[in-house]
């Protein structure tokens, strides 16, 4: 059984649930993924990129009350989001050496507190969607669609982080909705760039799992890739920046914008290089490895609005 203190093994270094939280609090900052921030840094990006892109079409300079809003939003949410899929999942992470000490199967939270504690991220996320436009505000509403679905697709098919890029790209479109009150064509190009590189990251990750999950019987993309999860996810990477590039074009981005998506690209060439599906800890460093990757080009779109707004 899990207690308040252990630290689960894909848990950030010196994170302030294992060393600060008070002990009661840590198996609901777990199950909020507190320990492990890449999940809301990969699924507040694609919000700045597309609240810089509006901002690059629109000459202005990127609103920090929206990026600062938009961050709340997906601690919120990412936190809600895999609270319910820990709920949905318990049995099977029961399985798995690497979640299965997680607080459900660990015993350490029940299934009926957990839901309480979807709740209440839930209205956090909801206060936050309240301070956008009305058509931002249903936009968010349509986003709980592929959330709510994706904890059943590993059961029955081999592209449940597609379902998932569906529901961490939504901010692709719901940053430019925020920021202009409708879509464009350049929002629906960054919410499918934002779509294939969630794909081609979560595979990435998924390589963790792929002794367990082929005896318990979960599928994902790495197991389909198999041997050619490089080149898989190369191409993935590769229609990342086919979608991206057309977008920067639509919004007449300068040199700054340019800049930021060819070092985002030089980023995603440098993973697929160091792709090897027998190094776990390796695969966990490479995913992680995306925040990074995706502040880059976020810098270079909200320093070309910046500039522009001068």
Request: charged residues 15%.
């Amino acid at each position: 059984m899990q207690t308040g203190g252990a630290t689960l093994p894909d848990a950030a270094k010196f994170n302030i649930v294992d060393h600060l939280a008070p002990m009661a609090w840590r198996p609901y900052l777990r199950l909020a993924r507190i320990d492990r921030p890449i999940g809301w840094w990969l699924l507040l990006l694609p919000c700045w990129w597309s609240v810089a892109l509006a901002s690059i079409a629109t000459q202005r300079a990127p609103d920090l009350v929206l990026l600062v809003l938009f961050m709340i939003g997906a601690i919120a949410m990412r936190g809600a989001g895999s609270t319910y899929n820990d709920i949905v999942d318990r049995d099977l992470d029961a399985q798995v050496e690497r979640t299965r000490f997680r607080p459900l199967p660990s015993g350490a939270v029940s299934a009926k507190q957990a839901a309480i504690f979807v709740g209440f991220q839930a209205l956090i996320g909801l206060a936050v969607l309240l301070q956008f436009n009305r058509f931002a505000i249903i936009l968010g509403f349509c986003s709980l669609i592929p959330v709510f679905i994706y904890p059943f697709m590993k059961r029955i098919t081999s592209w449940p982080q597609a379902v998932l890029g569906l529901a961490f790209a939504w901010g692709g479109l719901e940053g430019w909705a925020a920021v202009t009150g409708g879509l464009t064509a350049p929002a629906f190009l960054c919410y499918a760039a934002a779509i294939v590189w969630t794909i081609g990251y979560d595979t990435i990750y998924a390589v963790q799992d792929l002794e367990d999950d082929s005896i318990v019987g979960i599928r994902s993309t790495a197991r389909l890739f198999g041997g050619n999860t490089a080149r898989a996810v190369g191409l993935l990477y590769v229609a990342t920046i086919a979608f991206l590039v057309p977008a920067l074009w639509m919004v007449g981005a300068g040199v700054a914008g340019w800049m930021g998506l060819i070092g985002f690209a030089a980023h995603l060439v440098w993973q697929v290089r160091k792709i090897d599906t027998r190094d776990v800890q390796g695969a966990l460093r490479l995913f992680r490895s995306n925040r990074n990757a995706g502040l880059i080009l976020f810098a270079g779109l909200a320093l070309d609005a910046a500039l522009r707004a001068i």
